[in-house]
């Protein structure tokens, strides 16, 4: 049993007085841990999207080939004997794509923080130190 000389004034506090969680506190709490899922998601997505550092290091080491060398090309799960000058263009797209793609992401992902922090801010402001929305 613990004495109430090793507790806190705040945990006292809550120990005290706590809240009844209602139902519009239960659906913030249920859409917070949504969007925290999602914002995992994202933060992945973003990771694999580092393929366009690796797309335009390569593109660099074409700019040294002999322009009329075959450049083995990767499309789906086969490779393509294709002309320097199109291997280049093509490289140039998915560039430009997963540039789009991160822009894309980003802007979901800030839309998203912004929303959760604004759920954590009430969350917080109604039930205290008795609620914890940290991962």
Sequence with gaps: MLSRRM????????????????REDQEKINRF???????????EDLKLKQDKEDLEEISSELELADEDVKVPYKIG???F?????EVQELLAASVTQIESEVTATEEKLGELREEMTTLK?????RFGRSINLEA
Excluded: Q
Excluded at 121 to 125: D, E, S
């Design 7 to 22: 507790l806190s004034r705040d945990e006292e506090a809550a120990i005290g007085e706590e809240k009844e969680v209602r």
């Design 121 to 125: 801010t009430a969350l917080y402001g």
């Design 77 to 79: 799960d086969s490779f």
């Design 33 to 43: 841990s949504r969007l925290h899922s999602r914002e995992k998601g994202l933060e």
């Design 81 to 85: 004997n294709l002309p320097l000058e």
